[in-house]
């Protein structure tokens, strides 16, 4: 394993990412509720650039089986990674995929060194 400074730790606010190459390997970092993280910029689904998506929210609906009512709410902010090929989308926090649990992004170590953003692979 081999660890690789992507940026200063405080270049990322919450809610950013980006997408930095190291080993040949696209490498999407991210910040999201004050947690670093890294993914490979690969899509479960077809191969597409997912770390390339944009992080927002998502709809999650609630069903009252009995009177088939449903709520819908807005959740997750700034925390859903959408793939930018067909909009799968990804918890950013847990690598997630939020519509199969077969499916997750592939996950690198990310930690702060000395105010670094450090990446293993
Ligand atoms: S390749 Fe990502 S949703 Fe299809």
Redesign the pocket.
């Known amino acids: 394993m081999s660890d690789h400074v992507v940026c200063g730790a405080d270049e990322l606010d919450d809610g950013d990412h980006l997408v930095v190459e190291l080993e040949g390997r696209e490498i999407g970092v991210f910040r999201v509720e004050g947690e670093y993280l890294a993914y490979t910029n690969w899509?479960?689904?077809?191969?597409?650039?997912?770390c390339e998506?944009s992080l927002a929210g998502t709809t999650e609906a609630t069903l009252d089986p009995e009177t088939r009512d449903y709520d819908l709410d807005w959740v997750k902010e700034d925390r859903v990674l959408?793939?930018?090929?067909?909009?799968?989308e990804f918890d950013a926090l847990t690598g997630d995929c939020l519509h199969s649990d077969q499916y997750r992004l592939v996950e690198h170590e990310a930690r702060v060194e000395d105010g670094d953003l450090v990446v293993s692979l």
């Open positions: 899509c479960a689904h077809q191969g597409g650039p997912v998506g959408r793939c930018p090929w067909h909009a799968w």
